[in-house]
């Protein structure tokens, strides 16, 4: 959907993007990773014409982007920024009605498909009515996601969406965009310095240095085989530990054996008998989640839960410690 | 004297109570004349007005002295800036609003009286004096009560006054006798008044859009062009016409076409290109202003929506400008109104005409025909067109009230 071929951008007499290539297949999520200043926001707009490539081309849904006129590219491109950049003096509505609007949709249209996406990001409707100034930071980018997908477009450009926003909300914001990427289908390209935003939108994961590709692949691929020391330092000692973050444990659920049925009381009647009781944790925890239960638990073995709190099954140290189910062999 | 301890003075309401007590009872209200040439004699409210005007206007004096009352006991006294009830002001305003229309039927009706007896009363010191206390009551209560009620105790101040010379009640004064012996002239340099200010006003508004914007493509163009400004707008303002009769006189000789078009050395031009000089700066320096406060992530963001460089400018850059432009426009024409006074002085006519008539002949009746509708034009354009920069503003003022919904 995106092609990327030998691309070069210099400002000046230094090189931001360096003899760059990427391929982005169509419905792909691809995650632009790397320390700042490598050259991600460059590359990001050399795709929608922002900036001009000084050799090299940039292809769009198999069209040469250099033969388009650049307003009628960007209209089929979604670009969303750290700073949002709403419009101040336009209501929600209008803010998301932009492209519409540029496009010539007629008027009814555009009021359902405006409604539509406010609840396509998860926003009450009266919101439609407010204006910018009026919006709390997750709020305002909602909107600006919304905006981007108005006329809905195949490719969807980000540039650190999320990162003025708070820990809480903004991990709320990449899981459910994550989840709306698979559903709409939108290609998208999406840049980050944050490992653990890239971990957690999961795709393809292109970490860049100096303008150009230091690996591309898989998370699970830079942590079996990293290309270069800087990958390891940039991924940081943890990221092993992170990667599990990406696992849910209902994949590694077991039936309860006969050991830990015994563990299966609940904490009051466990103090009360004095008998041991296992860490429990929810069926909608990553197995990251389920080792950090066990080390506080002081137990290799958690229990699996689901909302009303009936034991659905465990999980072990073992199950839990592995990337890949064909991993397991390793294991043990 | 100790009063209750929930008493307490505000020190702005009783320094305007005081002064327009003082005023209208140490000064004369009116000063009266057998005819122009001859002196006059004083007139002074406490002399001449019935004794039960003077009670009532006594009793409204003394409860607005004490009127600001402080909120919390006298043992838990209330912080400094304690805001007084909405009652409490609206009374004020009352209160101030009376006076107004009090002083000004009072000065009409004593006039009236005076004239037919068949001298002529001229508004004395006491009357000037008077003005700005009750401006100042007035103020403090429209500034406490908010916008738009703020607004309406102006509205009410100004239609009041309106209702008492459109009936006639002010006729006898003689200002307004001075206005009935010139209706014409008057209404005639008063339509060059505002042709002068509103028309040069406009063209440096037109001038001055298109220098902002080819200031805006270049840096060295900017300082070019704001440097001319920057000096036009430092020479004083008779000087910048004197400096202009010499050069367009010239011109006029040379080419007779042009003096025939108006082009002389004395008259309207010179004055439309004085004035026109001085407003150029701050119009375009607040068009440049305006359009540079648009935030860059907000015309990344336009540019990236697919919006031509016209749509950005058209349906971005511009309405965003507009608070701080119509802010320009504000200072300009507000400037221009009171600078067109000097056109009377090189022959390019409006309200300045009457003033220097009036001060060549000595007569003060004439100078304030002329002075105070320039002084209310200056006023009015200055508190509508801030009005409207404001409404224009609201949605993306940093002192925006929120009005939405309660967030959910
Ligand atoms: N408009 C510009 N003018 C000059 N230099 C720029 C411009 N944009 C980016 N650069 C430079 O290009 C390099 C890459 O920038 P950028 O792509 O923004 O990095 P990243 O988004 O990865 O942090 C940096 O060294 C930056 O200083
Ligand atoms: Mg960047």
Redesign the interface.
Known sequence: MISIRNVTKSFGTAKAVDDLSLEIGQGELCVLLGPSGCGKSTTLRLV?R?LEPDSGSVLVGGENTSFLPP???????G?V?Q???????LSVHDNIA??PR?LGWPRARIGERVAELLALVGL?D?FA???P??L?GGEAQRVGVA?ALAADPPVLLMDEPFGALDPLTRVRLQVEFAALQKRLGTTVLFVTHDVGEALRLGGTMVLMRGGQIEQLGRPEDFAHQPASAFVSEFLGPEYGLELLGRYPVMERLRPLSALSSRGAVDSASAAQSGELSLPRIASTANLKEALSAMVAGGNLVALVCDDSGAVLGEISFEDAACLDKEGEQRCV | MKLSARWQLDPVLSTGVLLTILAVSAFPLLSLRPNRMLSGRAVYLAVEAPPWLLTMLAIAGAVLFLSRRRTGSAYFPAPVAVRPGHAQLIWQAGAGLLLLYGLFAVAGGLAAIQVAEGGRASLGSGFWLALPGIYVILHDAAGRLGRRRGFLVWLLAAAGLVLMLAGGGLSSLSVLIEFSNRRDSFIASLAEHLFLAGFSTLLAFVTGFVLALLARAGTWLERIIFAVMNTAQTIPTLSLLGLLILPLSLLAERYPALAAAGLRGIGPTPAIIALFLYALLPIAGNILAGLRSV?A????????????AT?IFLR?EL??ALPLIVGGVRTALTQSIGNAILAGLIGGGGLGALIFLGLAQAAPDLVLLGALPVAALALAADRLLGLLARYLGR??ADS?V?Q??A??
């Open positions: 929608n922002l307003h009628e590219l960007r209209r089929r491109i670009y920024i700073s949002i950049g709403l419009f101040p003096h932009t492209v540029l009450p009266y009515k407010r204006w100034r009026q709390s905006r | 935030d992530s907000v015309r990344e963001a336009a540019a990236a929506m697919g919006m031509t749509q971005v309405p965003l949605r993306t925006g929120y939405g919904a967030i959910a």
